[in-house]
């Protein structure tokens, strides 16, 4: 490898697949645009590692690391992706083609055709709900689709399991729409089951935590840095719920090696424009669907449907048919408004 083709250092989370995007850049007139001089061999990718109100701040290496601050209004970025500054250290100007990404779709009004990636070039994406708290079979089936779909891999964290006499119940309960998913169960404050999470940092990988307020992800951060990183609170006695104790995504670095990135709390998970993520994520019902009789088959009163046999056998919550039906409808009235979005910039230019 040539010095132009060094990057950026692996221990940064630099990967063989990003290496051939910044190849490719390279070669565009637009690299030759970023240096001050026209040469491509003096640009440099650096990682957002935070994102606050228009400014982002970029990182070049791991240990005592070089950090810049600038803004990014007009570029879409994220925590975690990979950026050229331009020439006058000012601004992000290019961002990376991503190699993973966690995406939803806006949740502010004014913006809901619009998409809102929590986190970039992300290896493992953690779904973390709490063993203190009722199971949400829904919310995991809809992390799920989006977690497929973001291109890591997605492994369920059940914290708190030092607050529970027995996690087993809250465990099964979850596995059972997991389908095919790691469910670990852990104790920020124990440190239990927290080296099944370090391990999974190994090869320098960026993971990405992402859950509702109050299920104990900052306690979780904390445990694995060794530090208060995050700040923590406690969450109500009546249903469990917490507040937004982290404020900003951040990526932070893991001791020893990896990453990880934090997000506040998430409420709400609309889904954006899915690619295979319903399908992994109900993996069992569609395999259910390829043995009905008729190609067809509406699962619902046709003779010969597997679903519906499985329904009535007692091995299918029937509960799981109807939120993948919920979860196809809103990717659809999404999709059309979408095409809703575009005829009306069509319009407009």
């Not at 090869?203 to 923590?232: C, D, E, I």
């Not at 507040?243 to 709400?268: C, F, K, N, Q, Y």
């Not at 067809?296 to 109807?322: F, N, Y």
Request: overall charge negative; glycine content about 10%; hydrophobic content about 40%.
């Amino acid at each position: 490898m040539t010095d132009r083709a060094l990057a950026a250092k692996p221990d940064l989370g630099w990967t063989a697949g990003l290496q051939a995007v910044w190849e490719t850049y390279l070669a565009s007139p637009e690299a030759a645009d970023s240096s001050p001089d026209s040469s491509p061999d003096l640009v440099r990718p650096g990682r957002v590692s935070r994102l606050d109100r228009g400014w982002s701040t970029v990182i070049f290496g791991r240990d005592h690391p070089e950090m810049i601050r600038v803004r990014n209004i007009g570029a879409d970025v994220a925590v975690g992706d990979w950026v050229v500054i331009s020439p006058d250290g000012e601004r992000v100007q290019h961002v990376l083609d991503r190699q993973s990404a966690f995406v939803r779709r806006a949740s502010f009004e004014g913006a809901r055709a619009q998409s809102h990636t929590i986190a970039a070039n992300i290896d493992v994406v953690f779904l973390v709900h709490s063993c203190g708290s009722p199971p949400n079979q829904r919310r995991l089936e809809r992390e799920l689709v989006l977690a497929f779909d973001s291109g890591a891999k997605p492994v369920v964290v059940l914290t708190k399991a030092d607050l529970v006499e027995d996690t087993g119940p809250v465990c099964d309960e979850l596995s059972q729409v997991a389908v095919g998913v790691p469910v670990l169960v852990v104790s920020g404050i124990s440190g239990a089951g927290m080296g099944e999470i370090t391990e999974m940092a190994l090869g320098h990988r960026t993971m990405a935590f992402l859950g509702a307020s109050g299920v104990g992800k900052s306690t979780l951060v904390n445990a694995l840095t060794g530090r208060a990183t995050q700040a923590t609170a406690a969450v109500r006695e009546g249903d469990q719920r917490g507040r937004h104790t982290t404020v900003a995504s951040e990526l932070i670095p893991i001791p020893g090696e990896g990453w990880m990135i934090d997000t506040p709390g998430v409420r709400a998970l609309s889904l954006w424009l899915s690619g295979r993520g319903i399908e992994d994520a109900f993996a069992d019902l569609f395999e259910l669907m390829d043995h009905c009789r008729f190609r067809d088959c509406k699962h619902d009163q046709e003779p010969g449907c597997a679903v519906q046999a499985s329904i009535e056998a007692g091995t299918l919550d029937p509960a799981r048919l109807l939120s993948l039906e919920r979860l196809v409808a809103e990717e659809a009235a999404l999709e059309e408004e979408q095409r809703e979005w575009e005829r009306r910039g069509d319009r407009r230019r």
